[in-house]
């Protein structure tokens, strides 16, 4: 259903040193850095998926957004979606989508939210019946209801994402694009967030594309994921193909009875170590965590073990390096 | 469409009537100029040689409307939430949405300009009504003039958000709101009339003035007013100002369309 067949977009950036003379001198001649934020991006998405959209910052995942929704007219390659082409057929198109930035506002700053909302009915042509229908429904799963009538000031940042996430949804789209919609928020925001995307994509089918550097949103919610730096695509695929191609690694925590001889286990290393508790690391890639085990109880009296797999944080950051973005 | 342009106009209104205080503050500085400018007037009327193509209470009626309707006048009456639309990158959130943006800007200026007039211009008439002669607004000789007064400066307001759309158009290349306006308000407010009536300048600015559209925003609908333009003269006025007001207008949409198509959304 959404198809990006090689999508390139360059950015000329004025660039100007410090100090009044190159400020004089900019007045006559200014000079431009071409910056490549998209190069040659390509995939599909199918209807009803969850794709997490994920890279450094600067690397090209809000291009990607603004060009799917038609903000963005990019340079080079063609994009479909619903059968529109974004940029061309702008008017169209955006009937179909929803859109949050994180960090933008798309309600009226001095009104009460509810008026907000009732603009955005007239604005996207919703009948009445049905626009009360979404709104009691948004009201509930978000937690809305005492704050409809505040004054979009006077709202905390979650409860203002939580109104954002529900303005984009007043239209009925069939396609949301988040943009880091869970920018800033606290632990119990942030869960209803996904909590709540994962609703609306289950029940009412709706095709979701969330950037965000919050990993924890990634591993709740997206089934596959797109990894994008310097504007090129890297890693198109699942979470769990993700963690066998990066996260190999294991770490395993053992406590023993006192023990002052150094432990030693082929093909593992040790991250730390007492002589009541060690905690070791195990490439599974070379040695298996059985392996490990035996060789650990072979050496120590065992009172408790605990195996961790690598945080998704730490794989990105892995792959972030591997990819040198 | 049309409904969500009402809508935004709705909203817009509502939220200008609730600024009281700031209506309150313009009233008192808008009679503080208006009497300096009767004054200036009346000492250049007091000293002038040769008899003026303006009669004093001409100019004097003049002045009150000017400032009891600044707000349907003035170029520099800035919304900064368009212009923060356009510097911080929120367009994004209106490129998103199913209408034609020149439309829904309009619809936002329009109603941000009758709010401020509305709180404004009533007390100001009212007041400079029964102020003492020569400082008295005078009315208009019949009722017909009075209504051609009323169309021609609701279809001059109409002009005059055209013209400011293309201030909030050209900040899509400057990106500085306070140089467009300056560049627009300085000159604008000179060409409209409202540094001194357009009778009153020499023949040959006359000339320059005539032939753009600012003066059928401010300085026609006043003349209407007072008298100094005849009934005639006001309709074939009418008409050029719909002539001017479709030309701005298509000017504007399709300057938009061109600033949207290389549009960059500020800031990441």
Known sequence: MITVEGISKTFLVAKREPGLKHAVKSLFHREYTAVEALQDISFLIAPGEIVGYIGPNGAGKSTTIKVMSGILVPDRGSCTIKGFTPWLDRVNYVKHIGVVFGQRSQLWWDVPVIDSFELLRDIYNVPQAEYKKTLTLLVETLDLGSIMNTPVRQLSLGQRMRCEIAASLLHSPSILFLDEPTIGLDAVSKIAVRHFIKEINKEKGVTVILTTHDMNDIEALADRILLIGKGTLLYDGSVSGLRSRFGTRRTITADYHENTKPLEIPGASLLSWTPERAIISVDTEQVMISEAITSLSSQVELLDVTIDTQPIEDIIVQMYKEYEI | ?268
């Open chain 2, 1 to 268: 469409m049309m409904k969500a342009y009402l809508s935004v106009f709705r909203l817009r209104i509502n939220m200008g009537l609730q600024y009281r205080a700031a209506a309150l503050a313009g009233i008192a500085t808008q009679f503080f100029f208006g009497f300096m400018f009767v004054m200036i007037f009346q000492a250049f009327y007091a000293h002038s040689v040769s008899t003026p193509p303006m009669t004093l209470a001409a100019v004097i009626t003049y002045t009150w409307l000017k400032q009891a309707f600044l707000a349907f006048i003035m170029l520099w009456f800035r919304d900064n939430e368009l212009f923060g639309l356009i510097t911080s990158g929120n367009i994004a959130y209106e490129m998103c949405r199913p209408s034609d943006i020149y439309g829904l800007w309009y619809a936002k200026l329009l109603a941000t300009r009758l709010s401020s007039a509305l709180l404004r211009c009533f007390p100001i008439l009212l007041i400079t009504l029964i102020l003492p002669r020569p400082y008295r607004l005078e009315l208009p000789a019949d009722l017909l003039t009075f209504v051609l007064f009323i169309a021609v400066l609701l279809v001059g307001l109409l002009m005059i958000v055209a013209i400011s759309m293309l201030i909030y158009i050209s900040v899509f290349v400057t990106m500085s709101p306070s140089g467009s306006i300056m560049l627009f308000a300085i000159f604008g407010e000179f060409l409209s009339g409202l540094i001194i009536p357009v009778p009153l300048m020499p023949g040959w600015m006359q000339h320059i003035v005539n032939a753009l559209p600012f003066h059928w925003t401010a300085d026609f609908p006043f003349r209407v007013f007072t008298g100094d333009l005849s009934k005639s003269e006001a309709l074939v006025g009418l008409a050029a100002q719909a002539a001017w007001l479709i030309g701005l207008v298509a000017l504007g949409k399709i300057l938009m369309n061109k600033a949207l198509r290389r549009v960059v959304v500020q800031g990441g």
